[in-house]
């Protein structure tokens, strides 16, 4: 009998185990992929493949904040009945964390019907200010979404990568200059040669 408890336990931790499945899918996805300085980037925290309809996430955005500035962000309506939502987010140094939970007494009908297929979680826009390859990512430790059934499941992401160059130009010298500098070269007198 003792065994077989233990069996069962091991069962029941596999299945809730299985249960705690990925619950979705969250892309950051930008407009571009490569940008130069002083352009701005705009990035989508889209959320997709949801086994359940979501009442709430919670995120944490990590960029390179020298040569990236945060300029805004807005939340998606994915979470908005009609009624509103519950939207906190806390900005640090290169880290943008942000939370959005339904009303409590939201139409799960109507959320669901906002977040068919896909949805937008949020919209962020940053200023490049300076130049090189650049990521937008999650951190893993701060990252949950919040079902209708009241499980809090973690989820799958795909960060995205770009690059910023510097639009400053290097001015090309004038053609005709370096044609006059050649035709001097070729009619200059020669040295006449002696043979002795």
């Given at each position: 009998m003792n065994i077989f408890k233990k069996l069962l336990g091991i069962a029941m931790l596999c299945l809730s185990i299985g249960h705690q499945a990925q619950a979705g899918v969250i892309q950051?996805?930008?407009?571009?992929?490569?940008y130069q300085t002083g352009e701005l980037i705009t990035a989508t925290l889209r959320a997709s493949a949801l086994n359940d309809v979501l009442t709430g996430f919670f995120l944490a955005l990590q960029y390179q904040p020298g040569p990236l500035a945060l300029q805004n962000f807005s939340f998606g309506g994915g979470l908005d009945d009609g009624f509103g939502s519950y939207q906190f987010s806390d900005h640090s140094s290169g880290r943008l964390a942000l939370e959005e939970y339904a009303d409590w007494a939201a139409t799960l009908a109507t959320l669901a019907a906002k977040q068919h297929g896909s949805f937008i979680l949020a919209t962020l826009q940053f200023k490049?200010?300076?130049?090189?390859l650049f990521s937008l990512k999650l951190d893993p430790s701060y990252l949950g979404l919040l079902?209708?059934?009241?499980?809090?499941?973690?989820?799958?992401w795909?960060?995205?990568s770009f690059s910023v160059t510097d639009n400053t130009t290097v001015p090309a010298p004038a053609p005709l200059l370096l044609m006059c500098g050649a035709l001097l070269l070729l009619l200059r007198p020669r040295r006449a040669v002696s043979l002795r």
């Open positions: 950051i996805e930008t407009d571009k992929s490569s490049a200010s300076g130049s090189g079902t209708a059934g009241g499980d809090l499941q973690s989820a799958d795909t960060g995205s």
